[in-house]
């Protein structure tokens, strides 16, 4: 019973901060925010986000705000898998760390998912415009123009973004 409550407490907790690090990386690639996707996420991160970056600014466009309350969350869900865990609470500089990590990890997935959606998108076809493939062209894009420019397309295939998912899920397999 205890494992099926940490899993939940895991999973919610993850995509929550999630909406955190996805609305950080929207500003930061400067998507479009009259998009729906953009909206929702807006909506669910403002109550925290606001009272906070009323005491922290944005500084060089980067919404600090967001990123610091992206890190409170992850230490508090950090903290009840501990708990829920029964192991003790190690120490500040280890915790920190903890968090960290689990962060780096949260970011990476949300980047593979990312890229791994808009490469399905582009196969399948959405039959027009949809309101997530602006979002995900404009989250992904930064990585995978890099390596497009080192792997050219063969034969009207982009392989860049399998390159890219490979990069990203040994990041997250040396993080993890």
């Known amino acids: 019973m205890a494992q099926a409550v940490s899993f939940l407490f895991s999973t919610i907790g993850e995509l929550y901060v999630s909406c955190y690090l996805l609305r950080f990386l929207m500003q930061w ?3 479009d925010f009259h998009n729906p996707l953009s909206q929702f996420i807006v909506a669910v991160t403002g109550p925290l986000v606001h009272p906070v970056r009323r005491v922290i600014p944005a500084w060089r466009g980067l919404d600090l705000a967001t990123v610091l309350v992206a890190l409170l969350l992850e230490l508090v869900l950090t903290l009840i898998l501990i708990s829920l ?3 003790s609470v190690p120490s500040t500089g280890l915790l920190l760390l903890i968090v960290l990590q689990r962060l780096a990890v949260n970011a990476a997935r949300l ?5 791994l959606l808009r490469a399905i998108l ?3 076809g959405t039959g027009g415009y949809h309101p997530i493939v602006a979002i ?7 990585l995978i123009r890099p390596v497009r420019r080192l ?3 063969i034969g009207g295939l982009d392989l860049a973004p399998l390159f ?3 990069g990203l899920q040994a990041l997250i397999v040396a993080l993890g």
């Not at 980047?111 to 890229?115: D, K, M, P, T």
């Not at 995900?136 to 930064?142: C, D, M, N, Q, R």
């Open 29 to 31: 690639v400067r998507a």
């Open 85 to 87: 865990s029964g192991k």
């Open 111 to 115: 980047f593979f998912f990312a890229v």
């Open 122 to 124: 582009s196969w399948v």
């Open 136 to 142: 995900l062209t404009s989250i992904t894009e930064p």
């Open 151 to 153: 792997i050219r397309p």
């Open 164 to 166: 890219v998912l490979i």
